[in-house]
C-alpha cells in the first residue's frame, strides 16, 4: 500500500476514521431517544377553537364522468314545465301504474295455472 503521505493535510483524505469528527463522535456516544412531541398542540389548536366543517351546498361535481353531469343537467332542464303540463304528467304516470299493476295480476295468474297443472302432472 505505499509509503505513509508525509503531510499531515493528505493524510484524513486517505483514512477519514482517523479524524475525530464531533458529530460522528455524539452519534457512537449515545441514541436519539425523542422523536416527536405533542407538547403545545392542543393549546394552539383550542385558541381559535376546534370548528365543524361546513357541509357545501351543492355536490361537487369534479371528478365525475363528464357525459354523466352534461346529461344530468340536461333532464333536469327537461323537468322544467308548467303546472298544466305537470298535472298531464301526473295523470299519464297513474295510468301507467295501472296497466303495469293489471299486467302483473294477470302474469301472476297465469304463473300460479302453470304451477297447478304441474303439480297435476307429476301427481299422476
Known amino acids: 500500500f505505499g509509503s505513509r503521505p508525509t503531510s499531515p493535510r493528505s493524510y484524513h483524505l486517505l483514512h ?13 456516544a449515545m441514541a436519539k431517544s425523542k422523536n416527536h412531541t ?9 385558541r381559535n377553537g376546534i370548528k365543524k366543517t361546513r357541509r357545501p351546498k ?3 361535481m369534479q371528478g365525475m364522468n363528464c357525459k354523466f353531469v352534461r ?3 340536461f333532464a333536469k ?12 304528467r301526473l295523470v299519464a ?3 301507467a301504474q295501472k296497466k ?3 299486467k302483473k295480476v294477470t302474469e301472476r295468474a297465469e304463473r300460479l295455472k302453470e304451477l297447478e297443472e ?3 302432472a307429476t301427481k299422476k
Open 118 to 120: 304441474g303439480a297435476k
Open 71 to 73: 346529461n344530468q343537467a
Open 58 to 60: 351543492k355536490m361537487s
Open 38 to 46: 405533542g407538547n403545545n398542540q392542543v393549546y394552539k389548536n383550542h
Open 16 to 28: 477519514p476514521s482517523s479524524v475525530p469528527c464531533p458529530r460522528r463522535l455524539l452519534c457512537e
Open 100 to 102: 303495469m299493476e293489471e
Open 93 to 95: 304516470q297513474k295510468e
Open 77 to 88: 332542464r327537461g323537468m322544467n314545465c308548467t303546472p298544466e303540463e305537470k298535472e298531464q
